[in-house]
């Protein structure tokens, strides 16, 4: 067996670093490095299905649904929502969390929802048995409940429209993030988080959209919708099927 040697890849280089071969095409480093590269939102999607679960704590901070933060290997720690742990009333908010994230990716809005997956995860409730679950990254240094004056018109517009789109029934202060906080000194950057209660409500009481409803609706805002209904509805329709 060939013995691991990081001087074995730089032999004859005048820089040693890294111990590897460098890619011929700037940028590319999935051509030779033995890892994967996560390089966008499909490739962590895949990720998040895949990789194994190192730890699993309970959340304290949950709302109806009870959740759960899973450390996968590598150091990434998502909100997990069982299904088998679905709040009464909504049996299908696992899927309508990955639904919202699969808007806000096909919009091209990914800064707006976290990435999330859904996954077979074993049950806290059914111990021994697996239960599908929504998978969402933890969005890093956030504040939660921030004044809305914080954010920018662009943020604020997107989730005005976004919240119009799924008929969000529970958009309230506990809702939304602010990444990073306030106070960290540069400009905070509008979150939306817990979609359960999305895409099956009468009506929206979104602070988001209500502050832009009956407003003029800004011109790229509206060459989004128009590209993303010629597309629709692509992976959404499994997600709210039933």
């Not at 005005?160 to 506990?174: I, M, P, Q, S, Y």
């Amino acid at each position: 067996m060939e013995a691991f040697d990081v001087q074995a890849g730089s032999r004859g280089r005048t820089s040693k670093w890294p111990p590897f071969p460098r890619p011929s095409t700037p940028g590319d480093c999935r051509e030779v490095y033995p890892y994967r590269v996560v390089a966008g939102p499909t490739e962590l999607e895949t990720f998040l299905r895949t990789a194994e679960i190192e730890t699993t704590l309970a959340w304290q901070f949950h709302g109806a649904h009870i959740s759960y933060v899973l450390i996968l290997v590598g150091a990434v720690g998502v909100l997990a929502k069982p299904a088998d742990e679905a709040p009464n009333g909504a049996p299908t908010s696992s899927k309508h969390e990955v639904a919202a994230w699969v808007l806000a990716r096909d919009l091209g809005w990914q800064g707006l929802v976290a990435t999330t997956v859904l996954r077979s995860i074993p049950s806290a409730k059914n111990p021994g048995q697996q239960t599908e679950a929504s998978l969402q990254v933890l969005w890093p240094l956030a504040e939660k409940s921030p004044a809305l004056d914080q954010f920018s018109d662009p943020d604020m517009w997107q989730a005005a429209v976004f919240d119009g789109l799924v008929v969000h029934g529970d958009r309230h202060a506990g809702n939304y993030l602010s990444v990073p906080g306030v106070n960290s000194g540069v400009q905070p950057r509008l979150k939306l988080i817990d979609h359960g209660y999305a895409f099956n409500a009468g009506d929206t009481t979104s602070p988001f959209y209500t502050s832009r409803k009956g407003h003029p609706l800004p011109a790229d805002l509206r060459r989004v919708l128009d590209g993303w209904l010629g597309h629709f509805p692509g992976d959404l329709g499994p997600l709210l099927d039933g």
